[in-house]
Nanobody, 125 residues
Framework: QVQLVESGGGSVQAGGSLRLSCAASGTALSTYIMGWFRQAPGKEREFVGIITWSSTYYADSVQGRFTISRDNAKSTTYLQMNSLKVEDAAIYYC????????????????????WGQGTQVTVSP
């Protein structure tokens, strides 16, 4: 079983950048597909993107602005967020799964078995 801890959240002005980290412990990160989701107040948890062993996939809303990477040696996954918008403000969660993921199912939080506690991102105009 893997434990996930996010960090790197904070407050930034629109147009700025943040890099979130998700540190994993308890098992080898390399065996997991890693995902990032976010949840704004009053809204459902929303897919941001995933990274498999060889590919990344992103929600249309963040494509071209956000980049997911992983360092298996450090058991850490990253979410680089550039050109942040006010609507990007949310609690960001990382998630992990060993279950098969398709481009259709990757956006569903229930496909992911393990979750971090989340880190707050605030974007001001």
């Amino acid at each position: 079983q893997v434990q996930l801890v996010e960090s790197g959240g904070g407050s930034v002005q629109a147009g700025g950048s943040l890099r979130l980290s998700c540190a994993a412990s308890g098992t080898a990160l390399s065996t997991y597909i890693m995902g990032w989701f976010r949840q704004a107040p009053g809204k459902e948890r929303e897919f941001v993107g995933i990274i498999t062993w060889s590919s990344t996939y992103y929600a249309d809303s963040v494509q071209g602005r956000f980049t997911i990477s992983r360092d298996n040696a450090k058991s850490t996954t990253y979410l680089q967020m550039n050109s942040l918008k006010v609507e990007d403000a949310a609690i960001y969660y990382c998630a992990a799964t060993t279950r098969p993921i398709s481009t259709r199912s990757m956006a569903y939080p229930e496909r992911f078995e393990f979750w971090g506690q989340g880190t707050q991102v605030t974007v001001s105009p």
